[in-house]
């Protein structure tokens, strides 16, 4: 079920909001020292392709943006704690600062709750009046928020709040809570008193529990609305200031005693992803973006994206970036307005398309539209689109792209000398082969691979929750909840496991997903793109246009830079050959289980097992459906005022 969408003409804050909310932080920050810890919920057992190795490369975005708008406020004394680099990290042996720190946050995507759940069961076994406040958030939490509050009488562990939205709602939620803080109370117990005045909830974007009187699982949880988003995301902090806080990699559970130096930032973590612009003008039914984004979409300036990319290379050496976009080529102003501002820097720097190295994900339709400007695209550094092709016959979803239409994107974007990175979506109507026609899945792979594909993704369609197929998934009996005696945990959830099929015979479909990879990467065609590379022609082809459109422009292709590009294609190659090693060792199994043992299917989606409400008693906006209300219990006796709220605030911060 995808999100509902806030009133029309509230679906963004203010302009300046979140300005005035750093300086009303700036200010907080002066008068109370506070220690974080932001962790990463990693489960390793995730790790297949397409992104083994590349997953250990990359310190990802969400933790370092709220990362940075701490240090952005003043509170310098955070560190960022990222589970792929720190394994056995145990939140009951961090020390900041000599001291268990004030907050504990935990980001998480779905595939990644075991870990998840683990760190908050820990955190919360710290004694009581040591305990930090724990915070909850990641796309984990936003739209199955209740995942992070135990459900076990045995075993009661929760988080105290889950944070449904972005940066600003985090900082309005600290705002509300440094204004209520007396001198020597703890984060913690300043939450609990302001979560039970009605003081958090006029902030949209948590959720919260009403905890039992008996110290058990929550009796139930307040949802305070859908976040308001930031429309313009010049707002944010500089993404710089998160690297500062990352851990270094360590075998042990307790956090070392300095961030990681700055030299080896960009040594362990090449790539840095990076917020370019956020939403999507298609609907697809298995697609929870547009739905979150309120059907807006919102951008960085050029002038600030180039800016930043060039603040964070000359800080940390990174040279890769990976726009975090739902669909870059979406509109073409805003996409002009990026390129232009970065062809401007690359031709400043006189080392255009060599040093700065930019990637992003775009659709068929919009490449096709774009096609006069990929040039610039090109110009500005961007060697890689990931193209949401699906299925290039376009028989599960309809987005404006077909077959020719796909290829015309391949050629058009190589022949600007960008490389194609097409994603596709294996189902159960889709066989493995046709002779007549490209409908199998290896036909496509073969296709797409003739078109110049250097690397692809396919995964097999799963239900993905936010999405208008979500609830369908489940209801109809497609989902799985059991395979024999393995229940469907989140670790397989990541569309590389078939854990939601029709099909007579579903260990088919994962065989398929196997044979597929294995088709596009293996050693003979290893051997031949040493010879026939498929990274070889757009290069030559970009460098003669450049040189008949501006022969003083910039500098010839080196012959160490021919030599990498060349070479790029086996690169990828081998490194898809070892990935598909890892993937063929974790899935076979699962393969094994799917012929082997009895299917349990779902009749209904994997609803809240607490009730859920608004804070004035309405279904939650975050629940689905058949979700529990208890109407016989609210948390506050009566709505609390505004103004009161507000008198009741000064009065504790005078105090």
């Known amino acids: 079920m995808e999100l509902p969408r806030r009133e029309r003409g509230d679906e963004l804050l203010p302009p300046g909001a979140m300005i005035a909310m750093r300086e009303r932080m700036r200010a907080h920050a002066r008068k109370h020292d506070l220690a974080t810890v932001i962790a990463y919920a990693f489960d390793h057992r995730t790790r297949v392709l397409p992104f083994v190795f590349y997953d250990f490369k990359v ?305 068929v339709h919009d490449t096709v539209r774009m096609a006069e400007h990929l040039p610039l695209i090109r110009r500005a550094g961007v060697g890689y689109i990931w193209l949401g092709v699906e299925d290039i016959t376009a028989t599960l979803v309809k987005k404006g792209q077909d077959e020719d239409k796909t290829l015309t994107a391949f050629r058009l974007l190589r022949e600007a000398g960008i490389n194609p990175m097409p994603m596709m979506m294996h189902h159960d109507k889709q066989p493995l082969v046709t002779f007549k026609g490209n409908y199998g899945l290896l036909n496509q792979m073969r296709q797409l691979r003739k078109a110049g594909s250097l690397s692809v993704q396919i995964t097999m369609l799963t239900p993905s929750p936010g999405s208008q197929w979500y609830v369908d998934t489940f209801t109809s009996g497609t989902a799985f909840t059991r395979v024999g005696e393995a229940s469907i945990v989140p670790h397989i959830m990541d569309g590389n496991y078939v854990i939601a099929s029709k099909h007579k015979q579903p260990w088919t479909r994962q065989l398929n997903l196997l044979a597929a990879y294995t088709y596009f990467y293996n050693p003979a065609r290893l051997l031949s793109s040493l010879v026939l590379s498929k990274s070889w022609a757009p290069l030559s082809a970009l460098d003669r246009r450049l040189r008949r459109e501006d022969p003083e422009g910039g500098p010839r292709p080196t012959p160490s830079r021919m030599i990498r590009r060349h070479f790029s294609d086996a690169m990828f190659q081998a490194t898809g050959i070892a990935g598909l090693a890892f993937t063929w060792f974790r899935t076979l199994r699962w393969t094994v289980r799917l012929m082997r043992d009895p299917i349990a299917r779902a009749s209904h989606p994997p609803i809240s097992p607490f009730p859920m409400r608004s804070v004035d008693g309405h279904p939650a906006a975050h629940a689905l459906p058949g979700t529990a209300i208890a109407a016989d219990r609210v948390l506050h006796p009566r709505p609390v005022p505004k103004q009161e709220r507000r008198e009741v605030a000064a009065e504790v911060a005078t105090r």
């Open 59 to 363: 310190a990802p975005a969400g933790v370092r943006a709220i990362g940075s708008a701490l240090v952005d406020a003043g509170f310098g004394k955070t560190r960022i704690v990222l589970q792929q680099w720190n394994r056995k990290f145990s939140p009951l042996h961090m020390r900041l600062d000599g001291r268990i720190p004030d907050l504990f946050m935990v980001s998480s995507m779905h595939l990644h709750g075991s870990e998840c759940d683990r760190l908050i069961r820990e955190a919360c076994q710290i004694p009581p009046e040591r305990r930090p406040l724990i915070i909850a958030g990641g796309p984990r939490v936003i739209y199955e928020p209740w995942n992070v509050f135990g459900a076990d009488p045995d075993d009661p562990w929760a988080a105290d709040v889950a944070v449904t939205g972005e940066e600003y709602v985090l900082l309005s939620l600290l705002d509300v809570l440094f204004s209520m803080k007396a001198a020597d109370e703890s984060m913690r117990a300043v939450f609990l008193r302001a979560r039970d005045s009605g003081a958090l909830d006029d902030i949209p974007g948590l959720v919260y529990a009403q905890s039992s009187k008996s110290g058990g699982p929550p009796e139930e949880l307040v949802d305070t609305g859908v976040q308001r988003l930031l429309g313009d995301l010049d707002e944010l902090p500089s993404m710089v200031h998160g690297y500062r806080l990352i851990e270094p990699p360590s075998s042990g559970p307790a956090l070392g005693s300095h961030a990681l130096d700055a030299v080896r930032v960009g040594k362990l973590a090449p790539v840095s992803t990076t917020v370019l612009t956020f939403g999507c003008k298609f609907r697809c039914k298995y697609c929870p973006i547009p739905a979150y984004n309120q059907s807006q979409y919102r951008t960085k300036s050029g002038e600030r994206i180039a800016e930043e990319i060039n603040e964070v290379y000359d800080t940390y050496r990174i040279r890769i970036f990976f726009g975090a976009d739902d669909n870059f080529l979406n509109r073409t102003e805003r996409t002009l307005d990026i390129v232009e501002h970065l062809a401007r820097r690359a031709a400043e720097r006189r080392d255009e398309h060599d040093r700065i190295r930019i990637a992003t994900e775009a659709t």
